[in-house]
């Protein structure tokens, strides 16, 4: 088993950053690819990011490519969501999650774990 929890999210103005942080505990943590998810009400979870297990890859949804950043730290076990010039679109909750495979994942039924989420609320 692997325990994620989230951490970062907030209110904030458009054009505003955020640092979103999810820190794993139970099992190692470096094997795990790992994503980075958000919802709206009544909507799907939709992929964000992601990174491979060795943080040499990286993967972004097109309206997130150039404004946000996943990266990681194994010996934190830890995985962070830089996200700059944030839009009220941005708006969602934002989720970390854990899949047993070398590269991420887009689809969110292919992860193994998931934290319980972080809001993020950007304002116009």
């Known amino acids: 088993q692997v325990q994620l929890v989230e951490s970062g999210g907030g209110l904030v103005q458009a054009g505003a950053s955020l640092r979103l942080s999810c820190v794993g505990s139970?099992?190692?943590?470096?094997?795990?690819?790992m994503g980075w998810f958000r919802q709206t009400p009544g909507k799907a979870r939709d992929f964000v990011a992601g990174?491979?297990?060795?943080?040499?890859?990286?993967d972004y949804t097109d309206s997130v490519r150039g404004r946000f950043t996943i990266s990681r730290d194994n010996a934190k076990n830890t995985v962070y969501l830089q996200m700059n010039s944030l839009k009220p679109e941005d708006t969602a909750v934002y989720y970390c999650?854990?899949?047993?495979?070398?590269?991420?994942?887009?689809?969110?039924?292919?992860?193994?774990?998931w934290g319980r989420g972080t809001q993020v609320t950007v304002s116009s």
């Open positions: 990174i491979s297990w060795s943080g040499g890859s990286t």
């Open positions: 999650a854990a899949y047993s495979g070398i590269s991420p994942r887009v689809a969110a039924d292919m992860y193994d774990y």
């Open positions: 139970g099992r190692t943590f470096s094997p795990y690819s």
